[in-house]
């Protein structure tokens, strides 16, 4: 299953936020990377390999809320 925009986001700790943007690989057609509302603040940019399951409207990270805010903003 592929993300959603506006899915919510959980890391192993916490929910986080939601999917605001799906980035795809030009070149492959995948996608690559999402990009992560926290709380409507600020978002980041989080690759595919740090996701663990995908359901309908949620995602779920495979990191702590404090590994996650180590990704850079977007």
């Keep these: 299953m592929q993300p959603k925009l506006k899915s919510k986001v959980r890391c192993a ?10 980035i795809v690989d030009p070149l492959s057609h ?3 990377d999402l990009v992560v509302s926290v709380s409507g603040a600020e ?7 740090a996701v663990e399951t995908v359901t309908d409207g949620l995602v ?3 990191m ?11």
């Design 13 to 22: 700790d916490q929910e986080i936020g939601e999917v605001t943007k799906v």
């Design 30 to 32: 995948e996608i690559s």
């Design 43 to 49: 978002d980041r940019q989080v690759p595919m390999c």
């Design 60 to 62: 779920q990270l495979r």
């Design 64 to 74: 702590s809320k404090a590994d996650f805010l180590e990704f850079a903003p977007f």
